[in-house]
């Protein structure tokens, strides 16, 4: 993968990123999204914000090797500090990281929020607590997409601030939009994560030592909700 050949995850999240935006790739990495929309003339302007200073160094090899440097601007900094007022920024990506870690992200990041802008994020799992942060911040979920690359599941979640949004629990656990298009892949992940389940659930019947009430609790209504999607 490079800025000329993105993976199939980065384009199907660069197939959401509105053209003519101003966009700010948060957690870059080697800065191969923001520069691939560049030369394909889909944005207007880019921030690439890297935390890790490897990975930053790399973004900036990137921009300066596709001479972009004037559309390009790549910053050393922890999440959504990365974005300046100046910066106009219509859409954010965050990609490759999990749920609750994106969702931590745009939480301590919400003062450069100016709710304008499209979300565009591609969390590796935990993706109930990021759409519950989602709901709960007012952002109205557009579009979900799920796909299986390298033997994995990863999901894509697009969102912009709407009046007023409510996700039942099952939604939020299954993805409003997924549960909706019961997608051939949709159906095979929970088919395998309810193995998951049930199997677990063995597991704490035959535990000698008492568990955790609520957390038996909990994979039970998941499992019972997957059940129901399933039939």
Known sequence: MNEH?????????????PTGARLADIGSDHGYLPVALMRRGVIAAAVAGEVALTP???????????????????????????????????????????????RDILDSGKAQLS??????????GGEQPLRQWLMDNGYCILCEELLWENRFYYEIIVAERADSVAYTGPELYFGPLQMQARSPAFLSKWQRILREKQKTLGQFARARQALPEAKVREITQQAQWITDLLA
Do not use: K, W, Y
């Not at 050949?5 to 990123?17: I, K, N, Q």
């Open 5 to 17: 050949t993105l993976s199939m995850r980065l384009e199907r999240v660069a197939a959401h990123v």
């Open 56 to 102: 930053f160094r790399s973004a900036e090899r990137t921009v300066r090797e596709n001479d972009l440097e004037q559309h390009i601007t790549v910053r050393h900094a922890s999440g959504l500090a990365a974005i300046e007022p100046g910066d106009a920024i219509t859409a954010i990506s965050i990609c490759g990281m999990g749920g609750e870690t994106i």
């Open 115 to 124: 709710g304008a802008e499209r979300l565009i994020l591609q969390p590796n």
